[in-house]
């Protein structure tokens, strides 16, 4: 009788073998399900979910965070890789493969009777013999060189939308970071917005140098489109306020209720009268200057009205995080009182003016002089195509972002996979964990095997001459999928990030020995006691 059914005889628990296939069998598992999505040749995904929403993608982090897993151990290795994609951003389909890989090759030597904690011993040898291999393929790299960021941020991409699409989102994705990227400073992604618009194609996508809001100016006689502008940026209301408090107003006389609402409308004036005294000065008659009033708060009816009368368009109930990213796009300070209202706090934008979409209306801010903050434009026919867009250039994005961190770049094309096989093979270890750093060797050229397999090359041939190649001296080696035969990475322009790469080493060995070192799986929880 087990030990836990002393303690709790409504307990379920697996011991020994069975736990350990338990484990294995749930890792292979969710491989399988992944194995397809991996690389640029790999197939999508269509998940419906229980009210019928349909999502069509390749990103597996997106994929393990919609499905519903319900095996713990497939659940437990679904949410190490999807912590893996929050910190890095890319590599969530690699760790799912190696770690279901490791727990394939490690179920036959524990079947010989290898016991599991010598092949976790050969497993932490491999990955520091891993993160030596790393070091030395990597290739110091230049945050404003735009040809190799070009290259990785394509790389990144095309494992994610159609090559033609992934080219010309690397080229805004690049745009966009060289505008924000200041030397020596952490690069801010939260400076780059990201607006949707349901519009004709995706190759109409667009990098605007500025800023666009999902909103317009609210009175008809304001003007739709207007150059050469000052940007005025205010949190300051310009309607009637409602008391902090609960209170209210009695009147004796219908007078007197008058004279409340005409000392109120007074004291909401003299501030749109302020901002229009501003535009007075900075845009005198006759100029071909314009003005633009951007605020957080309400402006209502009659202060718009006075706004237009002067040519000034207001846009009202601004999102929070625009006001700051318009301050960094055009310049100026954002104001909370307009008391000390003065030509320095304005900012400046070449063009302003209002785009309008069926019922929706989008005001675009461009020619900027120096924009610390951009918006990426992405178009589509239809929300799927947006979302798979939006997924893939986070994904983008973020891979730019680890390349200005890290200062180096890996050679991509399953080339670092494949020296790292080699490597592994050709080490000396003098006890028995050499079975385990074997098997790691093997499992590691999953990730080239999946990559040839879902271009429909045979695996085993492009492996075998790929490695032949790199016995061959210290030419480094990947796979040219279009053609199924060998290419040097480098000259192809395929690069990947040395954190991603490294996060997948760690991770994946990380979860693979606390699976192989699991020798009973009980379900004792508190919550199979009630009842």
Not at 128 to 144: F, G, N, S
Request: glycine share 8%; charged share 25%.
């Amino acid at each position: 009788m087990a030990a836990i059914n002393i303690l709790n005889p409504k307990a379920e628990f697996a011991r020994a073998a069975q736990a350990l296939s338990i484990n294995i069998s749930a890792a292979r598992g969710i491989s399988e399900v992944m194995k397809s999505n991996l690389g640029p040749k790999g197939t999508m995904k269509m998940l419906v979910s229980g009210a019928g929403d349909i999502k069509v993608t390749k990103d597996g982090n997106v994929l393990l965070h919609e499905m519903q897993i319900q095996h713990p151990t497939a659940s437990l290795i679904a949410k190490a890789s999807t912590a893996h994609d929050d910190i890095v951003g890319d590599g969530t389909t690699s760790i799912v493969l190696l770690i279901g890989e490791i727990m394939k090759q490690a179920d036959g030597l524990i079947g010989e009777g290898v016991h599991p904690r010598v092949i976790t011993d050969g497993l932490e040898i491999a990955r520091e013999e891993a993160m030596k291999v790393l070091d030395l393929m990597a290739t110091p790299a230049d945050c404003t060189d735009r040809e190799v960021l070009i290259n990785l941020a394509r790389t990144s991409l095309r494992t994610k939308v159609h090559r033609k699409l992934a080219d010309l989102l690397a080229d805004i994705c690049v745009d966009a970071v060289q505008c924000i990227y200041e030397n020596g400073k952490p690069l801010d992604l939260h400076m780059i917005e990201m607006m949707e618009m349901q519009h004709r194609n995706e190759l109409q996508s667009t990098l605007v140098k500025g800023l666009v809001m999902d909103h317009g100016g609210r009175h008809p006689d304001m003007p739709k489109s207007l150059t050469n502008c000052y940007i005025l940026t205010c949190n300051v209301s310009l309607e009637f306020e409602k008391t902090e408090v609960n209170s209210g107003f009695f009147y004796s006389t219908a007078e007197a209720r008058e004279k409340l609402l005409a000392s109120e409308r007074e004291f909401i004036e003299q501030r749109v009268r302020k901002i229009i005294a501003l535009k007075k000065e900075v845009c005198p008659a006759g100029s071909d200057k314009n003005f633009v009033v951007i605020n957080q708060k309400g402006i209502d009816p009659l202060s718009l009205d006075l706004l237009s009368k002067e040519g000034i368009l207001g846009l009202r109930r601004a999102k929070r995080r625009n006001m700051e990213r318009l301050s960094l796009a055009c310049g100026g300070t954002a104001m909370n009182s307009v008391d000390d209202l003065t030509p320095e706090c304005l900012g400046y934008a070449g063009s302003v003016y209002e785009h309008v979409i069926g019922e929706d209306k989008f005001t675009f801010v461009e020619e900027c002089r120096n924009p610390k903050s951009v918006t990426m434009l992405l178009k589509g026919p239809t929300k799927h195509s947006m979302a798979q867009m939006k997924d893939a250039v986070r994904d983008g994005l973020r891979s730019l972002f680890n390349v200005c961190q890290d200062g180096v770049l890996v050679p991509g094309a399953g080339a670092y996979e494949l020296a790292l096989s080699k490597s592994l093979e050709n080490l000396q270890v003098q006890s028995r964990s050499v079975l385990g750093v074997k098997l790691f060797a093997r499992a590691i050229l999953i990730i080239p095997k999946v990559l040839v397999t879902n271009a429909g090359h045979d695996a085993h041939d492009v492996i075998l001459k790929s490695m032949q190649c790199n016995g061959q001296g210290d030419t480094v080696v990947g796979l040219d999928l279009d053609t199924g035969d060998t290419l040097l990475p480098s000259a192809a322009g395929i690069f990947d990030n040395y954190s991603v790469k490294k996060q997948i080493i760690d991770a994946s060995i990380v979860v693979a020995s606390n699976l192989l070192l699991c020798d009973e799986i009980m379900r004792a929880g508190l919550s199979s006691l009630k009842g």
